[in-house]
């Protein structure tokens, strides 16, 4: 059972604070109803509540190390043995705002954590229609814009990274950011194939 996240309504007077609560209040404050659709790609690790046996059958991947992506897994796992989710209005008001900077290196990290298991343990295929990012990913493959993307975050991630610190940082700007990033990786490494 998941219930939920929820972000103060009013935007934090430290600006610095800005981005993590931007994010979280746009992207990851989530119906109900709408997390219903599709609810092990709605599950978040923060306000859930499991049988003991079955999170000990599961558990949190082991093979990821840095911050990211760890709950997705789980929600995926649930979905390969046919658990299904429930989810209810009982949200947690998301307390404790990180600054602009940690949460772009967070974001960098997830973004590697994803890229690892792209490579390592789960087949890109086999991830994409879970993770957001992925798909976008595809799509973006499918248009020939891999050199592109990669090509904005080896000359512009300054810039980006830049508004994304500022007090009056663009959600556009950071889904640029992470996309980008994922296929800066993808160059660098030349490991993973679409």
Known sequence: I???RLYKTKAPEDKQLFLHWLYGSKREVISVVKRQRNPN???MSNNFIINKALFNQIRFNENIYKYGHEDTLFGI???KRNIAILHI???L???GLEKNEV???KEKQSIENLYSLCTSFYSLAELAPEIKLLRYVQKLN???LSKLMNWVYSCFHSLLEKNLKSNHPQLLLFDVYKLSYFFYLKNKSQKLSF
Request: proline share 5%; aromatic share 10%; with cysteine.
């Open 2 to 4: 998941c219930g939920g």
């Open 41 to 43: 790609r709605s599950f």
């Open 77 to 79: 796992e649930l979905n």
């Open 89 to 91: 209005e009982n949200p």
């Open 93 to 95: 008001f998301h307390v």
């Open 103 to 105: 949460i772009i290196k």
């Open 142 to 144: 499918n248009l020939h």
